[in-house]
């Protein structure tokens, strides 16, 4: 590859590209859960990846991260039927050569919020982990050409095969035993071969027609985000983005109320495009009774056009992204928060960075300096190469240049928060410590199970996340590990990795590019 | 020009054993598709491996291998039968029912990888009237239609003191025919439906040109009501043994308690307008044929019409929720619980939630089923011609 090659001159166009984001749930352009916790005394980590159509099979891993799991089963729950409406769990089978590896499949019959009730037994006894997962379509499977060469073969087959049982029932089925066929016999045998064709012509016309309906009644019917609309608005001089639903299955109540999840009923990524220079992570709230428009105070960063990814959980536990673009008017240096109707939300954050740089293909990730070589933000045990669609490790590691020791904070609820974007806008995936789940869905369903369900802390409306805080087994003061996540598509990524140290919110950039899967 | 004539009248010395093996073949296919569907309503989870799906698969392959045993046999062992009573397709010599068969047989196999892309492309089993189904439908029809070929040659060589045997092999596999179509009629068919046209259009288009092809051809005094009535046992021995077995939903969400199999619905009453098909075709005048299918399109559809709008109304009823005609047993696990069980709806639903409204039975509406049921009559009255002339 010559020099030239190996630089990726990638300016986003993600204006353009946001009609790739449109298979979206709790995340934009995969599907696949990630989750890492405790089943009861047990560290485990799932992995569902779900089908991508509805009734569908998902496949679902789970991987012991201690000792002593003899046995995983999994159970998958649907939101409005409860747990009397699952099905008897099924043991998920232990993966020849590797003890601590279990899989299953999971039949995901209907569209909608669902659970995947992980309950693990050993020498410890049982811990049940509840995983929740959106059942919905968003893929159209091409034929393979090697099918499709069998299916038209066969076509062929049963074409003329058929067309020539026609000719030989007027021929000879009819004829005497020990008989010939004449001549007039035969005219109208290739009379009604004729029409035989015609029927045929019409019936596979026909099908072909009732196949292209099925099709685009599917196509319509893939899942699409809510749609907003996005403005910002100027008061007291201050800027403040307005989201407002404008999808109409919203408006006619199809979808269930928006709860908050970590204490939020809308977590926001905010960056400037096409440079993903200006960073911000806020926190719109509802300003109507109804839910219809959500308004946030726009953090004091330089203007231009924006994209915007809100993550948000419906009361049925079914999660999704919603994605706008809006302008946002250049920055005046004064704000006057004072006499607004709305808050800055003390836990919104942002980060004034730098332009996406020319990724060297050789040398995958490039990181910042967190605070102007104050602090240090590490990526630990980083592979030489990022395959997309294989599992990366994701563990950061903190360090003070100045003050030697640090401790992470609780940054609303978590370790830290994660933000991922493939640099197109086609994939954007939220993480936290314990995956990519949406907790206030997961909350719900433990809720709904009755088992190791945690109770809403009634003040300052946050829920207690201890639970939440990370991965134990990976955690040390100054560090904070991920579950391992897959890349789904290859190209230049920008990851933004905020954690708290001493009350303030600290936002690393890494840089990267994913490479092609390697075929076998 | 007729036909040259070689030999003398035909000998048919008793039943061959191919007439055995495709009865069987046959109803594996009917038992194994509703075994399939009872299976997917009370326990959802499909695999290649169902115990369903062996029944229908061992229906195949016994008539697809039946079939070309007779084929290679008169190809290759016995010529001069090949030439005698065989049919030929492409250098090969077999009867007509063989190729029948085989066409279905591979028609079955066809729709196998299809189905599978289907289920990956589009989701499992959306519905039962799907393109890769229908490709399938067509195949097990072939095959039981090839069936019935292979036993009405037999019937129709036949002299006056062998001839009743054969006769009821066909009406039989004939039967089996019937049951294929309720069976794909399904959807359309349940019995909140039956106050709606829909439910008799589809009705009118899919049953009188089997039950007149039936008559035409069958020589049974009462063909279509015998092939009517075997249906109904047949149907009616599946809604009594189903619900013996037990079963358990494996699939989410499940919003009943689901305990045995669930049985198909209770079976359209057809032998009361197969009795007067029956009259209608056997009347010794020489009535035109597109009068008889118009008179014969008219009482089915009367006849018809009049028994299920009451009939439906007991299905629903309390007196139905018994062992014998199963009104409270036939809903899948997926079907929440509620009063819209026992009502006749006004609505259909798509796979996609989209409420379709049903038609409302008006005098209009029967008069324009009627021309669809005389239509499918006139084509049974064709076809039953052919199939009472097959030699071959």
Redesign the interface.
């Known amino acids: 590859m010559d020099e030239t090659g190996k630089k990726m001159k990638n300016k986003l166009s993600i204006l353009i590209l946001l009609g790739c984001a449109s298979l979206s749930i709790a995340h934009v352009g995969s599907l696949n859960v990630f989750y890492e916790g405790k089943a009861g005394t047990y560290p485990i980590r799932v992995i569902i990846r779900p089908?991508g159509?509805?009734?569908?099979?998902a496949e679902i891993t789970v991987r012991s991260l201690g000792k002593g799991v003899e046995r995983v089963t999994v159970?998958?729950?649907?939101w409005?039927?409860g747990p009397?409406?699952?099905?008897?769990p099924d043991v998920a089978v232990n993966v020849s050569g590797d003890k601590t590896l279990f899989s299953s499949e999971l039949?995901l019959?209907?569209f909608g919020s669902?659970s995947v009730n992980v309950d693990v037994y050993g020498e410890q006894g049982h811990g049940r982990s509840i995983v929740p997962v959106s059942s919905i379509?968003t893929r159209?499977?091409e034929?393979s050409p090697a099918?499709k060469g069998?299916?038209i073969f066969?076509?062929i087959?049963?074409f003329s095969?058929?067309i020539?049982?026609i000719g030989?029932?007027v021929?000879?089925?009819?004829?005497?035993?020990?008989?010939?066929?004449?001549?007039?016999?035969k005219r109208k045998s290739r009379v009604s071969m004729l029409f035989g064709t015609l029927i045929f012509v019409g019936l596979l016309s026909g099908?072909r027609m009732?196949?292209t309906s099925?099709d685009n009644?599917?196509q319509e019917?893939l899942f699409k985000p809510i749609e907003v609309t996005s403005e910002v608005i100027s008061k007291n001089d201050t800027r403040i983005l307005q989201i407002s639903i404008t999808d109409e299955k919203w408006k006619k109540g199809l979808y269930p109320p928006l709860i908050p999840d970590h204490g939020k009923i809308m977590h926001t990524y905010f960056m400037r495009i096409p440079g993903l220079d200006a960073f911000s992570h806020i926190h719109p709230v509802a300003i109507d009774q109804d839910q219809n428009t959500f308004q946030v105070i726009v953090p004091p960063l330089p203007g231009g056009d924006f994209v915007l990814f809100a993550d948000i959980t419906h009361e049925s536990g079914f999660a999704q992204t919603l994605i706008d673009t809006v302008t946002v008017p250049e920055y005046s240096g004064l704000e006057f928060l004072e006499d607004l109707h709305i808050d800055r939300d003390p836990d919104d954050s942002w980060k004034m960075g730098y332009p996406l740089p020319d990724i060297d293909l050789d040398s995958p990730v490039r990181s910042s300096d967190l605070v102007n070589g104050k602090f240090l933000m590490e990526w630990l045990n980083l592979p030489d190469r990022i395959i997309a669609e294989k599992e990366v490790e994701l563990s950061f590691k903190v360090t003070d240049i100045t003050r030697g020791h640090l401790s992470l904070e609780p940054y609303m609820g978590m370790l830290s928060h994660a933000g991922i974007l493939r640099t197109d806008g086609s994939v954007f995936l939220h993480l936290h410590p314990i995956g990519s789940i949406s907790m206030a869905s997961q909350q719900r369903f433990e809720q709904q199970s009755g088992v190791n369900a945690r109770i809403e802390s009634m003040h300052d409306g946050h829920m207690d996340h201890s639970k939440h805080m990370g991965n134990e087994m990976h955690r040390t003061s100054e560090s904070v590990s991920y579950p391992p996540i897959e890349f789904p598509r290859s190209g230049q990524y920008r990851i933004w990795v905020q954690v708290k140290v001493r009350g303030e919110v600290l936002t690393g950039i890494f840089d990267l590019y994913v490479h092609p899967p390697i075929l076998s | 020009?007729?036909?040259?004539?070689?030999?003398g009248p035909?000998q048919v010395s008793g039943i061959p054993w191919y007439c055995y093996v495709i009865a069987i073949a046959s109803t594996c296919i009917a038992v194994g598709l509703q075994w399939d569907i009872s299976w997917h309503m009370t326990i959802?989870?499909d695999t290649f491996w169902t115990p369903a799906h062996m029944v229908i698969y061992l229906g195949g392959i016994l008539g697809g291998v039946t079939s070309a045993v007779l084929v290679f046999k008169m190809t290759f062992f016995d010529k001069n039968e090949g030439?005698?009573?065989?049919?030929?397709?492409?250098g090969f010599t077999g009867p007509?029912g063989a190729?029948?068969c085989i066409?279905g047989a591979?028609?079955m196999?066809?729709s196998a990888?299809?189905d599978d892309?289907w289920?990956?492309?589009?989701?499992?089993?959306?519905e039962i009237i799907?393109?890769p189904h229908?490709v399938l439908a067509a195949g097990f029809i072939a095959l039981v239609f090839g069936a019935m070929?292979l036993t009405l040659v037999q019937q129709n060589?036949s002299n006056v003191s062998s001839i009743k045997p054969f006769s009821w092999f066909y009406t039989y596999t004939s039967a089996i025919l019937i049951l294929l179509m309720v069976i794909l009629t399904t959807e359309y068919s349940f019995t909140n439906k039956h106050h709606s046209l829909e439910f008799y259009r589809i009705s009118a288009l899919a049953y009188p040109v089997v039950l007149v092809a039936i008559g035409r051809s069958s020589k049974l005094k009462w063909p279509a009501t015998t092939a009517a009535l075997i249906y109904m046992l047949h149907r009616c021995i599946m809604v009594w043994v189903l619900p013996l077995f037990e079963g358990?939903?494996?699939?989410?969400?499940?919003?009943r308690e689901v305990t045995h199999f669930i049985p198909p619905p209770f079976p359209v009453l057809l032998f009361i307008p197969a009795v007067a098909i029956d009259l209608i075709i056997l009347r010794p005048d020489r009535m035109n044929d597109w009068i008889r299918s118009l008179a014969i399109g008219l009482t089915f559809v009367l006849l018809f019409f009049i028994v299920h709008w009451y009939f439906s109304e007991f299905l629903l009823s309390e007196s139905a929720r018994n062992w014998f005609f199963s009104g409270h047993l036939n809903k899948p696990y997926?079907a929440r619980v509620g009063p819209y069980e026992y009502e006749f709806w006004e609505y259909d639903y798509?796979?996609?939630g989209h409420p379709i409204p049903l038609t409302p039975v008006s005098l209009t509406g029967l008069f324009s089923v009627s021309i669809i049921a005389a239509i499918s009559a006139r084509v049974g009255l064709w076809w039953g011609q052919?199939m009472r002339?097959?030699?071959?």
């Open positions: 089908p159509v509805v009734p569908g099979l159970q998958p729950v649907k409005d039927a009397e409406g699952a099905p008897p039949w019959m209907d669902y379509a159209k499977l034929m099918l069998i299916l066969l076509m087959f049963l095969g058929g020539t049982i030989a029932a021929r000879e089925s009819t004829l005497e035993l020990g008989s010939k066929a004449s001549k007039e016999r099908g009732w196949w099925i009644e599917y019917n | 020009m007729s036909d040259d004539l070689n030999h035909p959802g989870r030439i005698n009573s065989g049919v030929r397709f492409w007509m190729w029948v066409w591979v028609a196999l066809t990888p299809f892309w289920h990956n492309a589009y989701g499992l089993d959306v799907s393109p229908m070929l060589r358990q939903p494996l699939l989410a969400p499940i919003y997926w798509k796979v996609f052919w002339q097959a030699k071959r």
